[in-house]
């Protein structure tokens, strides 16, 4: 999808919003996520349009070893993410359900409890739990 027609879309992460007013002020224009849930958002709307660079620099450094490039690209590319679910979120945590096919074209979901840090004037993703 040609990234200015992406830019007129609704948001992936089904805020309601457009793109270019939600996710894309982060993954497209460069602003720092204001909070938490926002950043979240952001994260399942990078790995819907295979942004691994903008999921990596959002990482926390202290966890960002544990995570490549070719695996999060490997992961974003190989499922087809269809929707964005929160359950709960806090100032620091963010629960959600992510639902998509996988290689297999078969339905699952992916459940995970997302702990975020605010750093340097900016949110991390830190860790997750997941089911």
């Known amino acids: 999808m040609a990234k200015s027609r992406l830019m007129e879309n609704k948001c992936f992460c089904d805020t309601?919003?457009?793109?270019?007013?939600?996710?894309?002020?982060?993954?497209?224009?460069?602003?720092?996520?204001?909070?938490?849930?926002?950043?979240?958002?952001?994260?399942?709307?990078?790995?819907?349009?295979h942004n691994a660079d903008y999921l990596l620099e959002t990482t926390h450094i202290s966890t960002r070893k544990y995570y490549s490039k070719a695996e999060i690209l490997k992961w974003a590319t190989t499922n087809e993410w269809r929707q964005l679910s929160i359950n709960s979120f806090t100032e620091t945590t963010v629960v959600f359900?992510?639902?998509?096919?996988?290689?297999?074209?078969?339905?699952q979901t992916h459940y995970e409890f997302s702990?975020?840090?605010?750093?340097?004037?900016?949110?991390?993703?830190?860790?997750?739990?997941?089911?």
């Open 16 to 49: 309601g919003l457009l793109f270019k007013d939600c996710c894309g002020l982060y993954l497209e224009k460069n602003q720092k996520a204001p909070t938490a849930l926002a950043l979240m958002r952001s994260r399942y709307s990078a790995y819907v349009t």
């Open 97 to 107: 359900n992510a639902y998509f096919f996988d290689e297999n074209k078969q339905p």
């Open 115 to 131: 702990t975020f840090r605010f750093e340097n004037n900016a949110w991390y993703y830190l860790d997750g739990k997941f089911e």
